[in-house]
């Protein structure tokens, strides 16, 4: 039996179509099954982004199957870090949550040149969340 995550972190962002399916690509593909991992949107779109599907591609990281989500009350509990990326106020708040606002460029309608600054500045923040998890929870 695989050892229990160590914690679990939900990506937020208004459609979930491009910087929290990016987000969860990464600690995915870099924490694997040490850390659980999902993530929504407040008004979830039809599809993910094609340009941040292609950027992280570009990295070895392959989100093609993943598909927008509704953000829940529940997905929201049963999270230990909440990092939200330009929803605003429609995160609920739940007491014992980490809460983390992360300010990224919105990809959407944008070219794949004008999204990998965007995936390189969610990996470099995604490393370091994983440090902060390990450290904090015990590797």
């Known amino acids: ?16 179509a491009g910087r929290s399916q990016m987000a969860a690509g990464f600690l995915r ?3 694997g099954d040490r850390i659980e991992v999902r993530s929504a949107g407040s008004i ?3 599809q993910v982004n094609p340009a941040a ?3 992280m591609k570009e990295v070895g990281v392959d989100i093609a199957d ?11 509990q049963a999270s230990d870090y909440v990092i939200t990326m330009g929803c605003g106020d ?6 014992g949550r980490k809460y983390l606002d992360w300010t990224l460029d919105d ?3 944008k070219g794949v040149d004008s999204v990998r600054p965007i995936r390189d500045a969610i990996k470099t923040r ?14």
Do not use: Q, W, Y
């Open 66 to 76: 993943a598909e927008p989500k509704v953000l829940t009350t529940e997905a929201v």
């Open 1 to 16: 039996m695989p050892p229990a995550p160590l914690a679990s972190v939900l990506f937020v962002c208004v459609h979930n």
């Open 53 to 55: 599907v292609e950027a």
């Open 44 to 46: 979830p779109g039809d």
């Open 90 to 95: 429609a995160c609920p708040i739940f007491p």
């Open 29 to 31: 593909h870099l924490a």
């Open 107 to 109: 990809p959407a309608g």
């Open 126 to 139: 995604i490393e370091a969340l994983i440090t902060e998890i390990e450290t904090r929870h015990g590797a």
